[in-house]
Structures are given as structure tokens and as C-alpha cells.
């Protein structure tokens, strides 16, 4: 898991407080006195957390430090909270070409339309999505259905067959997973 990094902005007494309680702590304290240095910060760490007293617009990651006085463990139990919401929300989705995957809703998302997933075609694009090269089938069927067998199957070309039917229906996109002599991949 990344570092967690905590951006206080525009509060010096507070930054100066976690600065020295820092090492006992699982965030990296930054100070950030103008927008400027905030605007940095944000472009040059990930996993981070804006502690504000007033709400900013256009800004993601804020906690507002409103109720003072208040207990360093609650507080640091607060900060914790959000970054979980934060990776929760980064973490839920997937982009992979011009489609967005939303994993907590198995939803195949364009600007406009929305398909409904199986668990076994979200796991298919996920998997192929993953990969640069063309996947065989049997990699598919021993990675996506954990399935290993010599005899001969078309679990695999039936579902992306399916796949690729549903995929064409709903954005008219019919070479999103293309063919190739040794497997599929997405375009």
C-alpha cells in the first residue's frame, strides 16, 4: 500500500504538532502555506489527504479540521476513515480503453451507456485489460476459471463469444475484444 501523506494547509500550529509526533505515526506530514505549494504537493504524491479548515472548491481528498478541540486519537481514527473512503473510491474502478469498469457494480461504462457485468466477464476484461500481448484460451480458463485440463473445452470462446455480443449490442463497439490466432486481446 502507498505511504499515506498528510497535506496541512494553511494551518501552522497543527502542522507543527503532527510534525513532531510524525515518526509515531503511518502518515507523512506536509505543510502547504499557499495554493501553490498545495497545488505541487498534490501533483507530486499519491494517497493524500487535504486537512483544511474551510472547504475548498474543485479540491478532492479535503478533511476539514472543524471540531477543536479534539481528541489525537479520534482525530488520527478520522484521517484513517478517509483514506480508506479515498481508496475504496480510487480503487473501484478500472479504465481500460475508452470504457470505465466499475468492480463494485460489475458495469461497463461509456459516456452515455451502461452494460451489467457477470462476475466471469468482469474478471475476462480485467484479466485482458492486464495484458499487452493476446491471451490464449488456455490461460484464460486456467486464470480467470482457475481450471486446468487437457480435455477440450469452449467454456472460454462462449463466454467472450457472449461477451463480445453484449458489448456490440449496448455501444455498437463490435472490435473492443478482437481475435487473434493466438488468443484475444483488447483493442
Do not use: C
Not at 503532527?18 to 499519491?46: P, R
Not at 479540521?65 to 480510487?90: A, G, H, S, W, Y
Not at 474502478?93 to 451502461?114: A, M
Request: charge should be positive.
Amino acid at each position: 500500500m502507498d505511504k499515506q501523506n498528510l497535506i496541512i494547509f494553511k494551518h501552522n500550529s497543527f502542522y507543527d504538532i503532527m510534525k513532531e509526533l510524525e515518526e509515531n505515526l503511518n502518515f507523512e506530514i506536509f505543510e502547504a502555506t499557499n495554493e501553490k505549494t498545495l497545488n505541487k504537493l498534490k501533483d507530486n504524491l499519491k494517497n493524500y489527504l487535504i486537512i483544511t479548515s474551510k472547504k475548498m472548491n474543485n479540491m478532492n481528498n479535503q478533511f476539514m479540521l472543524d471540531q477543536k478541540p479534539i481528541k489525537l486519537t479520534k482525530l488520527i481514527e478520522r484521517f484513517n476513515v478517509q483514506f480508506l473512503k479515498v481508496n475504496f473510491i480510487e480503487k473501484s474502478e478500472l479504465n481500460i480503453g475508452k470504457y470505465k469498469i466499475d468492480l463494485n457494480s460489475r458495469e461497463l461504462i461509456s459516456k452515455k451507456n451502461v452494460l451489467k457485468l457477470t462476475e466471469k466477464e468482469t474478471n475476462i476484461l480485467i484479466y485482458l485489460s492486464k495484458s499487452n500481448d493476446a491471451v490464449g484460451v488456455d490461460q484464460l480458463q486456467s486464470e480467470v476459471w482457475q481450471y486446468h485440463s487437457n480435455l477440450e473445452t469452449h467454456t472460454v470462446e462462449t463466454h467472450v463469444y457472449r461477451l463480445r455480443k453484449k458489448i456490440f449490442k449496448t455501444f455498437n463497439d463490435e472490435n473492443f475484444i478482437i481475435s487473434k490466432k493466438n488468443g484475444y486481446q483488447i483493442n
